[in-house]
């Protein structure tokens, strides 16, 4: 009995150094993960990592080719007034459907709406998620804390509403990005003295334009703003913005962050913006900040003074593989990990009901 007892404590402290072994594979894996959040960068995380968050918000969008992609053909329907661009994106050889719109009726509105279907001969489960930024005020204000964005305490001196403004046909081209691929871009700007003005820009694979790379599933987005009145020195320039979804989904702000987030079990809507804006060509800082009024949440980007403003925010959906993929992904020596900690734990409590006279029984068969 003693020997048999000196036998299941070594097989059990064994058995506690492979669980403890597996259970560091999987914390390093995930933390892997979370550090590239989600992409898939060439190996270059040590990299990027020392190129700080900018860089990071700079490869929304992107995954490994092998894992995400989009069908070269992509469907677009134009209106004067409405532009829909149908795509299709596979990930984990699940096919997904996404689909942008490009409204500018009571302002300018931009959609992305994600479904996806996954079927067996005993069940379907769907996928389904949308994130809507509309572009709603222009608002100069007088910074009176001097923190560089607008707050309630700030004094607003004037407002323009851009829901209000008459928007130019939508127009569609073809353009180019910085690493030869051949992608499409919606126009459409206010008539009258000031120009308010979004381009929309999207390609049907990984994409680097003006050194911003974005894949298949994000569409960056160029915010122009010419020729408005300011009417005073040293006041700054507000535009509002609201980014909300018809689903029963959580809008999380995190205006430090720089982003906005939609998120379900298997996929995540996102509004992300750059830290500066070029102001009458030079680079100036972009102040961010979140305000309440009647009840909702809005977003402020806070803009110097200048009669020509351009900034690059991206809005897109990020798909995560199902579980089953994420195991099928697992690397093999996980597995092996894996499978010899569970065969280990079986024979540790076969020869614990053992020592302590419990039988032990096979499980039926019918």
Do not use: C
């Not at 707050?151 to 030869?180: F, G």
């Not at 871009?185 to 790379?213: C, W, Y």
């Not at 804006?277 to 009647?294: F, I, K, M």
Request: charged share 25%; hydrophobic share 40%; glycine share 8%.
């Amino acid at each position: 009995m003693e020997k048999e007892g000196k036998k299941l404590a070594a097989l059990g402290l064994f058995a506690v150094l492979v669980l403890g072994a597996f259970l560091a594979v999987q914390a390093s894996s995930l933390g892997q993960a979370l550090a590239r959040g989600g992409h898939d960068d060439d190996g270059d995380d040590d990299d990027r990592g020392k190129r700080g968050r900018d860089e990071e918000r700079r490869n929304h969008g992107v995954e490994d080719d092998d894992e995400q992609k989009v069908n070269k053909r992509l469907q677009i329907q134009m209106n004067p007034a409405l532009a829909t661009v149908q795509s299709k994106l596979e990930v984990a050889g699940r096919e997904s459907k996404v689909q942008f719109f490009f409204r500018t009726e009571a302002g300018i509105t931009l959609k992305l709406h994600f479904r996806s279907e996954v079927g067996s001969e005993t069940e379907e489960s769907k996928t389904e998620l949308d994130i809507t930024v509309r572009f709603l005020q222009l608002r100069e204000f007088q910074d009176l804390n001097s923190n560089g964005r607008l707050d309630a305490e700030d004094k607003v001196v004037q407002v323009l509403d851009l829901t209000k403004l008459k928007y130019s046909p939508i127009t569609l081209q073809t353009i180019q990005s910085d690493n030869n691929l051949t992608g499409h871009r919606l126009e459409a700007h206010s008539l009258g003295k000031v120009t308010f003005q979004i381009m929309a820009d999207f390609f049907p694979d990984q994409a680097i334009v003006n050194g911003t790379r974005f894949g298949p599933g994000a569409t960056k987005v160029t915010i122009g703003i010419k020729q408005f009145p300011f009417s005073g020195n040293g006041t700054k320039l507000a535009l509002i913005i609201q980014a909300s979804s018809t689903l029963k989904t959580e809008v999380e702000s995190d205006v430090e962050k720089r982003e906005v987030k939609i998120r379900s079990a298997t996929a995540e809507g996102f509004f992300v913006w750059e830290g500066t804006a070029a102001v009458d060509g030079a680079s100036q800082p972009v102040g961010s900040s979140t305000l309440r009024e009647g009840g909702r949440i809005f977003i402020a980007l806070t803009y110097p003074a200048g009669q020509d403003i351009v900034h690059d925010p991206l809005i897109g959906i990020r798909v995560q593989a199902s579980p089953l993929a994420a195991l099928v992904n697992t690397p093999p020596q996980t597995l092996s990990i894996a499978i010899a900690a569970g065969v280990l734990a079986l024979a540790f409590l076969f020869m614990a009901r053992r020592h302590r006279g419990i039988p032990v029984t096979a499980p039926r068969v019918n």
